[in-house]
């Protein structure tokens, strides 16, 4: 079948910067039973800076995405329709990102922890909440590179690079700089009021064991989905097992309640405002996720809540 490839124009009147490139449209001849692969393919025969990772496909008057691994049949593509290709610009890598934005947090709490005087002018001795919190931070990214390098499989090949700027200033920032100057400063180093009261044994033990639970809890929830997909193919499935049972999402609510126990021991204005930020972020990314389950598997537990049991 042939399926006619253009450039959705973009809203308002016609400009010369806003009319397509004279390449468009073309047209590409591809089987019947043609999957989306395919049709990426054939677009990027045709323009060659167009490589797969670089183009959004959607059809329709609702502007539907095609997703990768789905035939066009599912979304009603016939011979001589029109499928409206995006150029998504340069692409990177997800495991890249992925290292770039954890060895970020990695770095500014080794440096300020450290090297005190550059950053506060002056040596102390760290307390003991602040010792805790910090090899508790860093095993919890040491943990997510590893993660990255031996047990995540990615769905998406590659982002636009431009995010990776975003996605960045995130863990660098909030987790990163902003994090380890206010945890590992003066005002709670050893011998000063706030560090005694901060420093129960009793209460320090309990929260690393929290956080220590939730690392491991989060640990197996990412095995538990690498299991699901086999290497080197796209294949969803429908979770099971421990804390799948209760939300579409338990990597999220895991990892949370282990910076609920970093917020806990600290007390700090910073630990909670990346706390705050960062389940924001996971709740919306559960949501999504938990649609996408939804809409995908017709016998997906219904009881199953986003992200918080029984509740979101």
């Known amino acids: 079948m042939r399926i006619n490839i253009a450039k959705r124009a973009p809203p308002g009147p016609a400009t010369a910067d806003k009319k397509a490139s004279s390449r468009y449209p073309f047209a590409v001849e591809l089987p019947d039973s043609a999957t989306v692969d395919e049709l990426k393919a054939a677009v990027a025969k045709q323009v060659s800076s167009l490589q797969p990772d670089r183009q959004r496909l959607t ?8 997703e990768l691994g789905s035939s066009l049949s599912k979304y009603g593509i016939k011979h001589g329709d029109t499928v409206f290709v995006k150029d998504l610009g340069p692409q990177i890598g997800w495991q890249t990102v992925f290292y770039i934005e954890y060895f970020g947090p990695i770095v500014f709490h080794f440096i300020v922890y450290n090297f005190q005087s550059l ?7 760290h307390s003991d909440v602040q010792r805790r919190v910090y090899l508790l931070i860093m095993a919890h990214f040491i943990k997510r590179e590893l993660e990255t390098a031996f047990v995540h499989r990615f769905s998406h090949g590659t982002m636009p690079l431009i995010n990776v700027f975003k996605n960045s200033f995130h863990y660098h920032m909030l987790s990163g700089l902003n994090l380890a100057y206010w945890v590992y400063g003066p005002s709670t180093a050893q011998g000063t009021p706030l560090a005694a009261k901060l420093g129960s ?10 956080f ?22 796209r294949v969803r499935r429908v979770p099971h097992g421990y804390g799948f049972d ?10 949370t309640i282990a910076w609920v126990a970093v917020a806990a021991m600290t007390r700090s204005l910073a630990s909670v405002l990346f706390l705050v930020v960062s389940t924001g972020q996971m709740y919306l990314w559960a949501v999504k996720k938990h649609r996408q389950y939804k809409r995908e598997f017709a016998d997906y537990p219904k009881s199953r809540k986003a992200m918080i049991p029984y509740m979101l």
């Open 201 to 210: 044994p009793v209460l320090l033990a309990l929260l690393t064991g929290v």
């Open 212 to 233: 220590l639970f939730a690392e491991v809890s989060n640990l197996s929830t990412h095995i538990t989905l690498r299991n699901l997909r086999p290497p080197g193919t």
């Open 59 to 66: 059809f329709g008057e609702k502007k539907e995405a095609l």
């Open 119 to 125: 950053f506060y002018g002056q040596s102390f001795e």
């Open 246 to 255: 209760l939300v579409s999402c338990p990597n999220y609510l895991f990892e």
